[in-house]
């Protein structure tokens, strides 16, 4: 049992209480269930865990009532020898990590600064003389910094060295073994993995079986990578391994079975919805990784850039009607969502959701499953959610009429709804609900926005580097971007992973809707029309928002072009000098520009000239007036 004084734990509530932070309900609630713990959790990470307080505010409380400072290990540099000073086992088991040191002193930062026993015991690690300072740094980080600093990637490979060393390899598959713990290599292996796929930052990790190996592979920033290949033999146990974590049936491999695992790892809850497949190879295996802490983001995170921002934040004060979010799947519409629903949360509205299923849990939010089976679909959800007097109602997506007409007419009878829907661009969305059959009458006056988005891979801004752009590429900037002469390009380093990429950014288009707006979509007004009308009032194209960021060096073209239509733009460029085709931009972004012979120019002219024939309302704002993808 900690000695953890109680008079810390005590005033940290207290001051908790008296700053409006928690309700004096909440605070008893965590005392409760510190009795239950019998005080190995100090009332802080207790209410953390439950919900009642972020670990940021619990950080700015403890750095006020203490005086002890607040340690920033994300964006810290920590000496790795120094880490190890520490044991890996008795810094995991107490939440700690060393992260800076004098010639007498050490600064250690610990998610319990009042625990005086590791205190004690830290100082066997270093010399008599050495004052040991603690910081306060929450539990998720130094979970995460130990990770990093004292590594754990091996362990793969020596579970699997273990594995190939045993005697009698076949009680690799012993059922007994896959459900129980530590002492099995099979239930280390694949925990080492999910692990492993986690500290990566992957959102899905797909075991795929062929005829002699297995693959592994992971889905890291939108892009699959091939992380290891295992022998083939391994698969049965490691299959049935995985089956057991996620509830399924074991003895079934010829129908598809969804599950579910929840897991601690690296500090953080972490969800795994888990679905098989048949195949000519035996089962594929893919985990959907649902990490909450990356995927509910502060708005400002998101990389709105200001002006969006501050049209989001006036959107979602409006009390009723409805906001849409569109883009294809693995967008990001559910981490926009989430992240606004988080934003808006108090404890003052009622918040109330119908998804396909639920991936994230919010406190204060009642969150509801649909469920085809029992009749339970998103227009029926719907109709039910406004019987419990909801302020708020998030559905997950509108696929059809019914859905569509019961959103838009809880929103006229005072609700704020959020939904998705699947289309191009920001005002396909009209279009789209018309074609549903919902009256224009209906949507007129009901919509607060709608919000398209791709995700884009950020360059590592550890190696980015600057070259100097061709004729071409500065023609695909816009005429407000010809002063630009030098963009970033991706190299690849250990930070990266030699991808030259390192996160994603939001690459959106807003539409707030204003009166004009409404009447013009009550009159059944062109896209044409429409998009005219918007460029009139400030409306910022999502082309535009990319070239923004690849200004900013915050990703670069290449990026840009997989992600964003920019067809338009690039055979629109026929007044333009060009010195090279698109597939020159692909190589100049990652090496020196090659320059193009001048039939080959002549030739790109000439089709361009050819076989494109532009109504667009602007050569440069990336939005296409006739052509249209279809819809994913």
Request: charged share 25%.
């Amino acid at each position: 049992m900690k000695n953890n004084s109680a008079s810390p734990n005590k005033d940290i509530g207290t001051r908790l209480l008296e700053k409006k932070v928690i309700s004096e309900d909440q605070l008893q609630i965590a005392l409760k269930e510190q009795e239950k713990t019998r005080g190995e959790k100090t009332i802080g990470t207790i209410l953390v865990e439950m919900g009642f307080i972020s670990e940021g505010a619990l950080g700015e409380i403890l750095s006020e009532s203490t005086g002890i400072k607040k340690f920033d290990i994300r964006s810290a540099m920590i000496d790795s020898k120094l880490v190890k000073k520490i044991p890996k086992e008795f810094a995991t088991h107490n939440k700690l990590i060393a992260v800076s040191s004098t010639e007498d002193s050490v600064n250690v930062a610990m998610a319990d600064i009042f625990d005086i026993v590791a205190v004690d015991q830290i100082r066997r690690c270093f010399p008599p003389n050495f004052k040991i300072i603690p910081v306060y740094a929450t539990e998720v980080d130094i979970l995460s910094a130990i990770d990093q600093y004292y590594g754990y990637e091996m362990s793969i490979e020596g579970i699997l060295k273990e594995i190939e060393g045993a005697k009698d390899t076949q009680n690799i598959n012993d059922e007994s073994q896959l459900r129980g713990d530590y002492r099995s290599p099979m239930v280390r292996l694949v925990d080492a993995i999910l692990t492993d796929a986690v500290h990566r930052g992957a959102s899905d990790l797909h075991f795929e079986p062929e005829n002699s190996f297995l693959r592994i592979r992971y889905r890291i920033d939108g892009k699959m990578a091939q992380i290891r290949s295992i022998h083939k033999e391994y698969w049965s146990a490691i299959a049935v391994r995985i089956k057991i974590m996620s509830g399924m049936n074991i003895a079934e491999s010829r129908k598809p079975q969804d599950g579910r695992v929840q897991s601690e790892i690296l500090g953080r809850r972490i969800d795994f919805r888990v679905s098989t497949q048949p195949t000519i190879h035996s089962e594929n295996i893919v985990m959907r990784i649902l990490d909450e802490k990356q995927s509910i983001l502060t708005i400002d995170k998101l990389g709105f850039s200001e002006r969006n921002e501050r049209v989001l934040k006036t959107m979602v004060q409006r009390p009723e009607g409805v906001i849409i979010l569109t883009g294809p799947t693995g967008s990001g519409k559910t981490t926009t969502l989430y992240t606004i629903l988080n934003y808006i949360n108090s404890i003052d509205k009622n918040i109330m959701t119908l998804e396909d299923p639920v991936e994230y849990r919010i406190p204060l939010v009642r969150q509801s499953n649909i469920r085809a089976d029992a009749g339970m679909d998103f227009a029926s959800g719907i109709k039910a959610l406004l019987r419990q007097d909801p302020d708020v109602i998030l559905v997950g997506e509108i696929r059809d009429t019914d859905t569509a007409i019961t959103a838009i007419q809880a929103a006229m009878t005072g609700h704020q709804v959020y939904t998705s829907l699947h289309t191009n661009d920001a005002i396909s969305a009209i279009p789209r609900l018309m074609n549903m059959g919902v009256p224009n009458y209906l949507m007129s006056g009901s919509l607060i926005g709608v919000i398209a988005q791709r995700l884009a891979r950020k360059l590592c801004q550890s190696c980015k580097e600057e070259y100097q752009i061709n004729e071409f590429e500065k023609n695909l900037l816009g005429d407000k971007n010809q002063h630009v002469s030098k963009l970033y390009r991706s190299k690849g380093c250990e930070k990266c992973n030699n991808n030259g990429y390192k996160g994603r950014v939001a690459i959106i288009e807003i539409i707030s809707f204003d009166r004009e707006l409404d009447d013009m979509v009550s009159n059944g007004a062109s896209r044409k029309d429409m998009i005219k009308y918007l460029l009139s009032t400030g409306f910022v194209p999502m082309v535009e928002d990319g070239i923004e960021k690849v200004i900013a060096g915050t990703t670069d073209l290449k990026e840009l072009i997989r992600v964003v239509d920019m067809t338009d733009r690039m055979m629109n460029n026929k007044t333009a000098k060009t010195t090279s085709n698109n597939n020159q931009i692909h190589s100049n972004i990652h090496k020196n520009s090659a320059s193009t012979t001048k039939e080959a120019i002549k030739k790109t002219t000439l089709n361009q000239n050819s076989n494109h024939k532009s109504d667009s309302i602007n050569n440069h704002s990336g939005i296409k007036t006739e052509q249209k993808k279809p819809n994913s």
